[in-house]
């Protein structure tokens, strides 16, 4: 192997074998450049090659990826499968979506989706219990499960933040969530919150006859995250929750590691994806950051809401398909529905995702002029409602607190 040039990465007639792993970019080359020599120059920075012509000897293994299948803004590139790690998000996104993100040879390229080999899926531990959360640790079988985050994100005492909990419990939500940018501050430290949060799930479980959770964000430097697992596990938590964007790859698979042992599921929520997926044509799609999270092993992740709700989002309907999909036998993970959600659009959310998911409330259960109790309430009969096959409208003639939320935030 002699002379790897930027060109030489080009095969359109290569066929793929079963060990690859397939990128699809979307590419806009720079001025005077053509798709086929920008896909060429992806394949290569991606894999082994540089910008200058480089005399390789017989002692070099060829991992050199292929550009081969090319149209009018669009290429997929295949990687050999040594040129990976198994098990290692870090060193695989360092190939894939490296280097090229920043190469003056296109104006913007886009990691859109990849088809990844048995090989390299048997490297992960993947989740631990995915969507079997609903009936392994929880009595949601047959029905979405219901989240809730408590409003403000920040501020909240302790003791505030427990009664919340209790309301929500209460009221029928199965899961309390801490929000993202809540971890372990002074107004609101996180082993009192554990210890007392985990304390009235139990009472609330006897109160309710319902098995309850408590998604505790454990969202800190890694080991200290372990050690957060750890103390969740001592106290009865069977969840815990993780920023995966923001701890990073590495963190997320340490996580997972520990939580095999804890039997804890991990909770993924993905603030800061956006940088990623939100321009249309550049960076990384949220449908491969899912499938990163999958391989590391989270147990339920953020998806969106399928354009309703307050936050922008991409194409959730699919990567829920893709999360529940065969991947080489890993379990599939349950998708989250969040972001300006509340009673009144669960109807059209289910229409739109299914019943296999977590539909996640904050604003729209506590923000219910009658409270968080009434609020929990009223998610949780639209979505027992949804599943029975009735209206809200009709349900909310028996349900005053659905009533209620109808009232105050319609149907749209
Ligand atoms: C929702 C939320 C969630 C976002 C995450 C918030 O609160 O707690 O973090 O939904 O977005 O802080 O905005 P509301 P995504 O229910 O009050 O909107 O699921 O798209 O990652
Ligand atoms: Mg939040």
Request: charged content about 25%.
């Amino acid at each position: 192997m002699t002379g790897i040039e930027y060109d030489d990465f080009l095969d359109s007639a290569y066929e793929p074998v079963e060990t690859d792993l397939i990128c699809e970019f979307r590419l806009d080359p720079a001025a005077g450049m053509s798709m086929d020599e920008a896909a060429s120059r992806v394949a290569s920075e991606s894999s082994n090659g540089t910008w200058a012509p480089l005399q390789a000897g017989e002692d070099v293994t060829d991992l050199s990826a292929v550009a081969f299948d090319i149209d009018a803004d669009r290429a997929l590139v295949a990687y050999p499968a040594a040129l990976f790690e198994a098990g290692s998000l870090p060193q695989i996104l360092s190939c894939i979506a490296g280097n090229i993100l920043g190469m003056k040879a296109v104006d913007s390229i886009r990691l859109m989706d990849c088809e990844w080999p048995a090989s390299l899926v048997e490297g992960f531990r993947g989740p631990q219990f995915g969507s079997e959360v609903r009936s392994e640790l929880l009595d949601a079988d047959g029905r979405p499960i219901t989240a809730t985050v408590p409003k403000p994100k920040v501020g909240l005492s302790t003791d505030r933040h427990v009664e919340i909990g209790r309301e929500a419990w209460r009221g029928g939500v199965d899961l309390l969530k801490d929000d993202e940018n809540l971890t372990d501050q002074a107004f609101n430290p996180f082993e009192e919150r554990a210890r007392r949060s985990l304390a009235a799930r139990d009472e609330l479980e006897d109160e309710t006859g319902e098995r309850k959770g408590y998604l505790i964000n454990i969202t800190a430097e890694t080991d200290e995250m372990v050690r957060r697992a750890e103390f969740v596990a001592d106290h009865g938590g069977r969840f815990v929750m993780v920023d995966i964007i923001t701890t990073g790859w590495a963190a997320v698979q340490t996580v997972r590691e520990a939580c095999e042992e804890l039997g804890l599921a991990i909770h993924a929520h993905r603030a800061m994806h956006a940088a990623f997926d939100r321009l249309d044509h550049h960076g990384v799609s949220m449908r491969c950051l899912a499938q990163f999270a999958r391989l590391a092993g989270v147990d339920h992740i953020h998806t969106g809401t399928a354009g309703l709700g307050k936050l922008a989002n991409e194409d959730t309907v699919g990567i829920n398909e893709w999360l529940r999909s065969d991947l080489h036998g890993l379990n599939d993970v349950l998708p989250v529905a969040s972001g300006g959600l509340h009673p009144g659009i669960v109807d059209q959310l289910l229409d739109a995702v299914g019943t296999n998911v977590c539909v996640q409330a904050g604003g729209g259960i506590h923000g219910h002029p009658d409270g968080t109790e009434a609020g929990a309430r009223a998610l949780r009969e639209a979505v027992e409602a949804h599943v029975d096959g009735e209206s809200l409208e009709r349900r909310a003639e028996t349900v005053p607190e659905l009533a209620v939320a109808l009232d105050e935030w319609g149907t749209e």
